[in-house]
T-cell receptor
Framework: QKEVEQNSGPLSVPEGAIASLNCTYS??????FFWYRQYSGKSPELIMF????GDKEDGRFTAQLNKASQYVSLLIRDSQPSDSATYLC?????????????FGKGTKLTVNP | DVKVTQSSRYLVKRTGEKVFLECVQD?????MFWYRQDPGLGLRLIYF???????EKGDIPEGYSVSREKKERFSLILESASTNQTSMYLC?????????????FGPGTRLTVL
């Protein structure tokens, strides 16, 4: 099982809809979960992080974490064309030695006007 | 604003050449990282450093080495470049340890090895 798995997409939603991005992870010891956004040709930038089970909201973005199911998701409400990007899920892991961040392969989101 | 800079945006090298990729951060961050990003494979950690003169192997260290002589600078070295090292290389830094902190990425260096 890969350490961090995401649906590669592409995921296409109409403007104004809710986009739902999902991520599962394999290391039960993981405690920190990050969502990065990467526009085409640009570097990743952090949009959300979550440490505790439940929901965390920041504007139009909500991160959801379920440690028992080893599942983390990102909801984008009222999606805008400017949200079109690849979303990377990242999870801390100590497998194999020192703690590091393990990234999923990303889900490409397209928001259609 | 945190700024992470990388020495080149685009680089073309020949097989067998020694290649240096430089990364500098201006926020006094303790931790620095080198990743490569390839289509279908995502971001993969090559090496990282939690302190000056300290380095640790990531998931794909083969064919690479690093140097961190000063806190703000982290260099990635390809001792003998090969075509399978053609990739986008991203440097990142963070203030605190991985568990608690955001990583700030540089603009990336697209390396082509011919």
């Amino acid at each position: 099982q890969k350490e961090v798995e995401q649906n590669s997409g592409p995921l296409s939603v109409p403007e104004g809809a809710i986009a739902s991005l999902n991520c599962t992870y394999s290391d039960r010891g993981s405690q920190s979960f990050f969502w990065y956004r990467q526009y085409s040709g640009k570097s990743p930038e952090l949009i959300m992080f979550i440490y505790s089970n439940g929901d965390k909201e920041d504007g139009r973005f909500t991160a959801q974490l379920n440690k028992a199911s080893q599942y983390v998701s990102l909801l984008i409400r009222d999606s805008q064309p400017s949200d079109s990007a690849t979303y990377l899920c990242a999870v801390n892991s100590q497998r194999g030695g020192s703690e590091k961040l393990v990234f999923g392969k990303g889900t490409k989101l397209t928001v259609n006007p | 604003d945190v700024k992470v800079t990388q020495s080149s945006r685009y680089l073309v090298k020949r097989t067998g050449e020694k290649v240096f990729l430089e990364c500098v951060q201006d926020m006094d961050h303790e931790n620095m990282f080198w990743y490569r990003q390839d289509p279908g494979l995502g971001l993969r950690l090559i090496y990282f450093s939690y302190d000056v003169k300290m380095k640790e192997k990531g998931d794909i260290p083969e064919g690479y080495s690093v140097s961190r002589e000063k806190k703000e600078r982290f260099s990635l070295i390809l001792e003998s470049a090969s075509t399978n090292q053609t990739s986008m290389y991203l440097c990142a830094s963070s203030l605190f340890r991985v568990r608690y902190d955001e990583q700030f990425f540089g603009p990336g260096t697209r390396l082509t090895v011919l």
